[in-house]
């Protein structure tokens, strides 16, 4: 029974692991797809200035 548990516990830890990890990179994802809007944004409207 004991090492059922245990066993169990690992499995907990590792999904939680495996969800922080996925949260923390769609997060990073998130970021990092906004940024290029950003300055997508950002050469657009200086294009347009220059113009």
Same mark, same amino acid.
């Given at each position: 029974?004991?090492?059922?548990? !245990?066993? $169990? !516990? !690992?499995?907990?830890?590792?999904?939680?692991?495996?969800a922080c990890v996925k949260h923390?990179? &769609?997060?990073?994802?998130?970021?990092?797809?906004?940024? $290029?809007?950003?300055? =997508? =944004? &950002?050469?657009?409207?200086? &294009?347009?200035?220059? !113009?």
């Amino acid at each position: 029974m004991g090492a059922v548990r !245990k066993y $169990e !516990k !690992k499995q907990l830890a590792s999904f939680y692991n495996i969800a922080c990890v996925k949260h923390r990179m &769609g997060t990073c994802l998130l970021v990092l797809y906004s940024l $290029e809007l950003c300055s =997508e =944004e &950002g050469v657009k409207a200086a &294009g347009f200035i220059r !113009k």
